[in-house]
Each structure stands twice: as C-alpha cells, then as structure tokens.
C-alpha cells in the first residue's frame, strides 16, 4: 500500500468494544489485570501491554504504531513536544564525556539544547559545516556518540547530504540522527537515505491545522542499547510520553497529511517563484527553486516536493518590521504547517534572545523573514505578500 492508503489503514491493535471505526480517546490512567501472575509479567515488561499512562496508552500506541507502517521503522515513540523528543534522544545517546557532532544552522532551543543545557552535564557539542563530510569526519574522535542534524535548516535553508554523513557514521560505528520535521517522512525513505534515527516535532505537519503539540521518535533499530534506553529510561524516567488526547488529534491529522503538504508544497513553489521575480526581494531560500545551491542534494534525499517553509531578504530591518506589519491576510505567528499562512522574522523573535554575534555565526540575517505558505489559494497568498512587500 502507498503512505496515503497506509496513513488510513493501519488496522487497531485491538478490535474496540464497540467496533468504533476510528481509535477512542483511552483518557484513562491505569487498567486492571485478572491476576497477580499477568500483572507481574507485564510489570516486568514480559507483556507488552499498558499498565499505567505515562508510559504507555492505547491511543498513543495506535498513533506509534501508524508512523511505524508508514515509515517502515522497528520502532517509534511519541512524546508531548518536538523538544521533549529531541532531548530524550539526545539524552539516551550521550553522557558525562561524550561529544556530539552538529550544525550552527540549527532549530533555536535544539542549539541551546545542545550549547548550554547538555553542556552542564559533561557532553560536548562540536557544531561544525555538515555540508563538509571532511571537516565532519576531522571533528569525530573515539567520545563522539552520534552526528545531529537537520533536514532543512531553518531559516537558512541548508540541506546536507545524509547518505555522506551515514557513510562517515557507519565508519565510525555511531548513529546519524536527523530532525526531520521541516519534510515529513512520508515523502522519503529514512533508511535509504542513511537516517538511524528521525526525530520529528509533529506539532507541525502532522499535528494538521496547528491542534496540538507532538514530538516522534522514529528507530531504524540499527542501535538496540540506544532503542531500550529510549523506552526504559527515557519515557519512564524522564516522563514526557504523549498524552492520548493530543495523540487523538495527531491520529487525524496523519490521514490528511499528504493531500496538505502536496498542495502547500506546491502553493509554496509557485510563492517562492513569484518572490524570486519582485523587485524588492534580495534573495529567496526555498530548496525546490532551480537556483538553490543545495536543489540537487534535497531532491535526491526528500523528492520533488519542497515543503511548505519560504524565507526571502529585503533590504533592511526596518523593511522587514514594515513587511510584517502591512499584512492583512497572512498571520503574524511562528509555528510551521498550520492550514494558514504565517510570516515571522526569525532574528528579532526566535533568535531574539541570542546576542548578535550568535545569530552572526548562526547565519540568521536581520533581513530575512520566514513563510509558511498555508492551504489558501495561492493568489490570495501572493496577493497579500506583494502588497506587503511593495508598500515596505
Ligand atoms: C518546531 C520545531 C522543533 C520543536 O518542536 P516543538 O513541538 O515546538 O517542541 C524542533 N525542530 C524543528 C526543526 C522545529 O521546526
């Protein structure tokens, strides 16, 4: 079956009660056993079956078990937040001693995740180009425990090569782990493009229409110590496993999610070549444009379909602000993949509190804003960007 059959027909684990078609809301905490026998064995986790839900839940499971079908992964695990499940995957691999190798060009928190948080606990980030596989491996020593990337930067729109980095990973006998929430993974094969793991914030795309917060985990099972700590230690220690209601929503949003990224994809391309052509713009970062460096590179890892995320300069600060504030039609928000249009300018906001000489070696530029380019048509997307662009 194809991701959009597969993203409806994931059959539940169990027949429901009622024969309800889609899954119930289990919002429940705990679930009785018939004997002392059973409920040791599953306890002692020799049955794989919720008895409490912080740690497991029937609609959670369903949700786990739907990414699992359309990513052909071993295994996958959900969590309240992107960040949640980013920090439960980078805490499950590192530890007191270790280093890991990244980008500058990274999401906000993810880089003070890594710079500032992580660092009080003993673990080194060697933040390097990951688009130079030699200075990648020159950074890698024998305390390296994982290479962190990003599908897409954001908003600098970098895209490196996964199957050269999984090369330089595989020698090395350490996982490449990508956050790929910028391209959701039913647009590629995680494994054939060298991923060990996929860490994703499906608070966007998945999520569908901006409902609710979620992070995912997804395991190629190529690590089993990193896998079993990840279950045993991360999501019971740490807590931080995905709530049923949120899960409920994100179980929805996946049925849809393909008809959505093919037309924002395409919104979004037809949006980056008209901005490409307007006078007043300097520059426009969009992988799918035949001018972007990296356009080889991103089709041959993510297809033809190059997301949702648009970033373009103008002339000035000051230029962007007046942009910003003329728009009568796209929202002034962050967040990514919401059914609507939304505009932020990333260095006065998310990179906001960072000094300037961060956003500096961050290439995060006071001239660029950032796009996501929603399910409205198209010309009425333009319509109310080029107004806002010419009267900046
Ligand atoms: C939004 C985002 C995150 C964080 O996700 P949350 O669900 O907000 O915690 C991480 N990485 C990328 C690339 C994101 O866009």
Known sequence: MKSTTKAIHTPLQRRDAYDALQVPVYNC???????AEYMSDVFCGKVIVPDYSRVLNPTVMHLEERVINLTNSKEVSAFTSGMAAISAMLLSTSGAGKNIISSRHLFGNTYLLLTSTLKRFGVEARLVDLCNPQEVEKALDEHTCCIFME?????QTEVADTRELSRIARKFNIPLIADTTIIPFTQFDG??????????SSTKYISGGATSLGGLIIDYGNFPEISTRIKKEAVFNLGGYMTPQAAYMQIIGLETLQVRYDRQADSAKEIANRLANHPKVKKVGYPGLEAHPDKNVFNSLYGDKAGAMVVFDLDSKEQCFNFINN???????????????????????????LSPEERDKMDVKDTTI????????????WNDLKQAIDNA
């Open 151 to 155: 599908s897409v930067t954001n908003p």
């Open 191 to 200: 494994k054939e493009i060298g991923l060990d793991f996929q860490v994703v």
């Open 29 to 35: 905490l705990a679930y009785e056993f018939d004997d």
């Open 370 to 381: 950032r796009l996501s380019i929603g399910l409205e048509d198209p010309d009425d997307i």
């Open 327 to 353: 728009l009568k039609l796209i929202h002034r928000a962050t967040n990514l993949f919401d059914n609507r249009s939304l505009a932020i300018h990333p260095s006065s906001t998310i990179f906001g509190p």
